[in-house]
Each structure stands twice: as C-alpha cells, then as structure tokens.
C-alpha cells in the first residue's frame, strides 16, 4: 500500500523537525566549547608579528590547556602587552592574575622585555611555563626527581623569576584598571578546540 501524500507531509515535517533539533543541539556544543577556550589579545605588535606569535602559542594552548580544566581551573584569557613590570618596576616577561578569587585566571605577556623584543617561541614558552605552574599548584604535583642539565643564561633568569614567585615576592597580582581596560580591546584570537583530541604520543591532532 503506497503513502498518501497525507503521509509523506507527515515524514517529511518530522525529518525537518529532527535535522532542526540536531543543528540546534551541534551549535548549542560548539558555542560551549569555543567559549571555554581561552581568547589571545594581542595589543601590541604587527600582523606579521600576530600571526607567527598564534602559531607558536596554540599547541601551548591545545596541549595545556585541558589539564588545567580537568584540574578546575580556568584562563578566561590571555593577553599580549607591549610590556610588563612588577611591583619595584622590575621587568617581568609574563604576570598571572586571579579574578576575584575564584579559580579563574587571566595571563598576560610581554612583547618586549629591558627594550629586547620576544621571539615567538619565547613568548609561547613564558606562557606554558605559567601554565605548568598553575597546574602543578592545583593539581598538588610533586617533582621526585631532576636532572641537571647545561642551561643558557636566559633559561637561568626565567627560572629565578619562577622561583621568586613562589617565594612570594613576585606572584598572581592585580592589574591596574586601565590596563585591564586595553585588554578588551585590540586583535582577538579565539582558540578552538582540536576536534580531533590530542594524540597518544603527545602531539596534537
């Protein structure tokens, strides 16, 4: 017995209705992912500079970045100043704030550091350095061993300053009103997701 077109109306409207229900239920996904990402401000630099300076941080962010959720913790973004200073004046190659004492966090990097400025690869290292501190710290890690190794002068002064910080004297600091207010403005870079997961030998997809 075939259909009556009575029928085919009926099919035909409830296929609408599903494939309508499915994208609505994809877009609903998709905005939730992509909010969680964290977003790049880039306030500083050229487009050249912008674009070598996503490429280098967004395996940071695609590596790092779940840990840290999985561990509760949030970066709601991370931005790139021309500069940065520490409470004496001191010049810091990258600051990390708490919001409001939650365990919410906004990373800010230099783009400069004593009139130098940062190589790409430079600044996505000060950033997974900040990150792996983070998470070390929430997710209570403990070190049981260390190999010395042969280390550049640069690497020294950076790993001074980590130790600084966790000495208290340089550490999670507010940041001033006006320089909170630059960073919502200035070129935007929203990270997605890897939809593709990331690998079993430690390389993103």
Known sequence: MGLTPSDLLTVTLVVTFAVAIG??????LLS?????????RLLTGTRSQHAAIVLAVRPVVRELIPGLEAAGL?????????TLAGSAGEPLQAQVEQVNGTRSFIIRLAHMVGGTLRRPEEVAGALAEELLTLYRDAAAVTIVRQT???IPATILVAA???????DGRSGVVPQPRAAAKEESEGNVVAFRP????????????
Not at 160 to 166: G, Q, T
Not at 194 to 205: K, V
Request: charged fraction near 20%; avoid cysteine.
């Open 23 to 28: 994208v609505a239920v994809y877009s609903r």
């Open 74 to 82: 949030e970066i709601g973004s991370i931005a790139l100043l021309p």
């Open 160 to 166: 001074e300053r980590v130790a600084a910080r966790k």
């Open 194 to 205: 890897n939809p593709l997961g990331t690998s079993t030998n430690g390389h993103a997809s």
């Open 32 to 40: 939730w992912h992509r909010s969680r990402s964290p977003r790049l």
């Open 148 to 150: 010395p190794a042969a």
